[in-house]
């Protein structure tokens, strides 16, 4: 019988495909046709059956799905180290504010976001979620880097140098979200910024659109002790009740940060089926709060990892996020099983791709999916003896051996080469904006 | 005038010396000569007054003191990743002891410290403190490398490969003592594991021969709550008012891990000018609990900054470690100005010096000191832009980046090639070991 022929093989020493849960393969390979993933085989099979018009061989690397980070802001990537020490309402209102209502352009977020993704990219994110101004340049950076991405656009009760206010984010969003319908690596959420800097009218709005267009919605929520007192304040209640009364908690929402949280919070995540994306550096950083990690896995919550945006992170490496989430969890639960090393993995790839209703094309290495693959090489001092592979790629920061990245089966890394991005020109203007925005 | 000949000089586009507090000095150079720093000045003025036999220039680099890792077991880095996700009694007394009851030899020790400290090399670390079986073999093996050590030989009640019990150890770490008291590079010092593991009278016997030899003494301290809650139960005491009882604390002593704190302790520790060591990564991978580091800062307490040993971490990146510390410090104290960049910095190098009475030595950058050095490169996608050069290092994982580390004068790694290390024979070795413990 004659081989099949196909685009792409990578046979790689191991394969954590995520799906099926705790499993770790040794000498397969990949089958890649057409940028979906066609099977999954031991390498002898794999090459018996299927000729790659390319074959890749990565002889002491692990592939693994590329990772989802579930939430940042890419164009801050320009404000790293911006502001730091700082609690998080001092560091938005005296700093992050001012500078962006000064310096936030198109331009601004295109170089911001170039410069992002190939910081995600060398550190194994193949598909990220954004909220941040001009969402179509986002866009734009997006397709033409090839990454895959969820832009949730913005909405705020205040102007800005992209829209004039609520309603007109609304209606850029909504063109924004049908100019890209049919769009293979994007998909339009809707953003919401927080229910301190948002509207109950808008939201509604949003709740009605989301719900018609089966779109998702990203929100800042539960931050602070002090979001939460300011909203019992002015609204008699906390901000997630008053998020079920407009109508704005299914499973369609991401609920970005929750570190304040009572069991009543609980029931009513587990009741609406909604996300919690987990974004543990900026938390620690900003000194917003624990997380009660184990918690919402007990309850069933889906929970997703976000890095938040350099400027309270300040890296958008994932593989820390997954360190710091794990570790973390440890010890607010006091207990050192809670949240093992594979439940870590699948935070950072299945879970944030269930996040964002995308869990059918990415988040695990699986026939059928598409081929978002990374690989993450294992020979060096930090990473040996090598006992437990998953428990390796968790607490030794393995972010920086990430070799290899693939989105849709197209490399968009290779040897840390980054293919579709120019790391010379990226950094070139970086210099520049830190030029203009220290003077 | 004739320019003076030394042996190095090092020229740096960034400087950071820890002392004075809070400096970042731009494009000077560092002359050091027979391993000491003669003078830290601007470029124009070294390069006019000095002659280098060497001259190493670092364009986009920052220079710092070399790292001073506070606690390990460097030897036990052979069992990263062995057994995870548990909690402490569990991990030490079904996966840890058993197998070091087993493999526990001087190859073990040897290999498994050189491993550590190519590993440490190459992120920076150049002083660590070692608590582990055969320090002797631990004293060649640092000598042979030219890294500098404080090694606390171990006490414990039972016996082990290394010796019969107390008094077995104390007698043989009172012979390696004597060995190498004129070695610049070595320091040996007491090490009573902990309260839970030897009995008050060699304690005794301890705090008598740490005072007449001016010898540091190393214990693990307040780790977990059952051991507070074990030792209350059997004592009627917290176990830092056994060891006051003892003798054993005081300026001498390195008291690690501190994560059960009460009001009494902190005023323990403060009455008796005694050392916190904060080993983050471990404390919350094992979920032994969070160290209330805000409150020792703001006592005058001096806190020192160590990973453990790779078994419970699982790296001995003291860039990780920073990282994890200053974070971890600002949530706990729920205050994100809380640890500081600057402070962080300086936990990770002048503080663990002082807590091994090495900082007339070590830990800054000055005239009269040791030429103990490294140098991280920033010129890198994950670094950029540049605003703010200690927080760049704290926040974004910087180890990788490490380029050359230098111990008095003499260069240990150039451009990450270990000088005194042979990488390949170390995983080569670490290969046979894993091999042989998982069969």
Redesign the interface.
Known sequence: MAATLVDLLISARWIIPIIPRGKVFEDCTVVIDQGKIVALLPTIEATRKYNGQEHTHLEQHVLLPGLVNAHGHAAMT?????A?????HT?LEKHIWPTEAQWISSDFVRDGTE?AI??ML??GTTCFSDMYFFPDTVAETVNHTGIRSQIAFPVFDFPSAWGRGPEDYIHKGLQLHDDHKDRDLIRIAFGPHAPYSLSTEPMEKIATYAEELDACIQIHLHETEQEIADHISAHGNRPIERLVDIGLMSPLTQCVHMTQINDQDIATLVEHNANVVHCP?S????????SPIAEFLNNGINVALGTDGAAS???L?MF?EI??A???A??V??????M??HEALEMATINGAKAMGWDDHIGSIEAGKSADIIAVSM?A??S?????LP??LV???A??QVSHAWVNGTALMVDRQLQTLN?HE??TK??Q??KQ??S
């Open positions: 320009l404000l790293r180290g911006y730091d020490d700082l609690p998080l560091w410069l190939a910081e060398r550190s550096n938390n620690l950083k900003l000194a917003s709060g624990f992170n300040n890296s490496n820390n360190n710091t794990a570790l973390v440890k010890a639960a006091g207990n050192a099983s809670t093992n090393a020979g001092i930090e040996e003896p090598l006992y437990n428990s390796q607490y030794t920061h972010g920086s790391e990226i950094l970086t210099r904006w830190q925005l220290s």
